[in-house]
Nanobody, 122 residues
Framework: VQLQAFGGGLVQAGGSLRLSCAAS????????MGWFRQAPGKEREFVAA????????VYADSVKARFTISRDNAKNTVYLQMNSLKPEDTAVYYC????????????????WGQGTQVTVSS
């Protein structure tokens, strides 16, 4: 599975962005998908994950009620809608695919995209 994340950019605090992650292959539906982020000098942290069917999603407390993860299995794409962005959301965002379910630990994912930069100005 190859993953390509895009949609990052520079936005003012309070603004919105939608990240997309396109996957190759014909078995996208088998994979839980996750979004992680890594800010400079910090460890990679979990943001959100969604099950293969899209029926289950989990979020980090820091983004709950602001971010929404969704997927379109017909398009092999997972999305992260980010609203009410804060400067502390600034990071490189990565999408990941795995067969272990909607886990929050990055070791539970087998494939990773290249990352897309999100910068939120105050």
């Amino acid at each position: 599975v190859q993953l390509q994340a895009f949609g990052g950019g520079l936005v003012q605090a309070g603004g919105s962005l939608r990240l997309s992650c396109a996957a190759s292959g014909r078995t996208f539906w088998r994979y839980a998908m996750g979004w992680f982020r890594q800010a400079p000098g910090k460890e990679r942290e979990f943001v959100a994950a969604i099950s293969g069917s899209g029926g289950t999603s989990v979020y980090a407390d820091s983004v709950k009620a602001r971010f929404t993860i969704s997927r379109d299995n017909a398009k092999n794409t997972v999305y992260l809608q980010m609203n009410s962005l804060k400067p502390e959301d600034t990071a490189v965002y990565y999408c990941a695919a795995g067969v272990s379910g909607t886990v929050v630990n990055p070791v539970g994912y087998d494939y990773w995209g290249q990352g897309t930069q999100v910068t939120v100005s105050s």
